[in-house]
T-cell receptor, first 111, second 114 residues
């Protein structure tokens, strides 16, 4: 089961691009990488998912290098409403179907 | 509206008094799971279920029980709660166990065990 490591917290300002990196050295061949966003008093919600290279949607981009031992969530031009905790999740491919979340990165966006 | 519903939202109880936190989803999802969230520890999986009558332990199953008698419901049972089970609990579901399926989370249950 791939364990993930993320920075505990990050600060940014409105309008900046924010990159949050997750390390997952033991990622399995068939594992996918998924990122979730959590606001206070709410459950996490799906942001983006990828297997390799780059994935982009209306909310974020996900960069995954060839060795897949890390991934970077990129949030373009953040706003105050992007203040949240971001979780990197790796797994889903092994027969146990356990899902291991990292400790999350608390992003604070300042005016 | 597609959703995962947990009840209650807040619960205060005393040590040893059995309790059940309910979880229901209306999306016909096969996979359901429970997590607890503690400061600095992120989300830790307690139990999961791949389908009706199929459940398995997550990372922190001690002190918890679950059942999956119907596809839509996945209750979390604390037979004898202890103060170290004070936590924020989340139920989640996904369409299947495929690694590409995204999880849908409930709004959480804040449990305090005195």
């Amino acid at each position: 089961l791939a364990k993930t490591t993320q920075p505990i917290s990050m600060d940014s300002y409105e309008g900046q691009e924010v990159n949050i990196t997750c390390s997952h050295n033991n990622i399995a061949t068939n594992d996918y990488i998924t990122w979730y966003q959590q606001f206070p008093s709410q459950g996490p919600r799906f942001i983006i998912q990828g297997y390799k290279t780059k994935v982009t949607n209306e909310v974020a981009s996900l960069f995954i290098p060839a060795d897949r031992k890390s991934s970077t969530l990129s949030l373009p031009r953040v706003s105050l409403s992007d203040t949240a905790v971001y979780y990197c999740l790796v797994g889903g491919s092994d027969s146990s179907y356990k899902l291991i979340f990292g400790s999350g990165t608390r992003l604070l966006v300042r005016p | 509206e597609a959703q995962v519903t947990q009840n209650p939202r807040y619960l205060i109880t005393v040590t040893g008094k059995k309790l059940t936190v309910t979880c229901s989803q209306n999306m016909n999802h096969e996979y359901m799971s429970w997590y607890r969230q503690d400061p600095g520890l992120g989300l830790r999986q307690i139990y999961y279920s791949m389908n009706v009558e199929v459940t398995d332990k997550g990372d922190v199953p001690e002190g918890y029980k679950v059942s999956r008698k119907e596809k839509r419901n996945f209750p979390l049972i604390l037979e004898s709660p202890s103060p170290n089970q004070t936590s924020l609990y989340f139920c989640a579901s996904s369409l299947s166990v495929a690694p590409t399926e995204k999880l849908f989370f409930g709004s959480g249950t804040q449990l305090s065990v005195l």
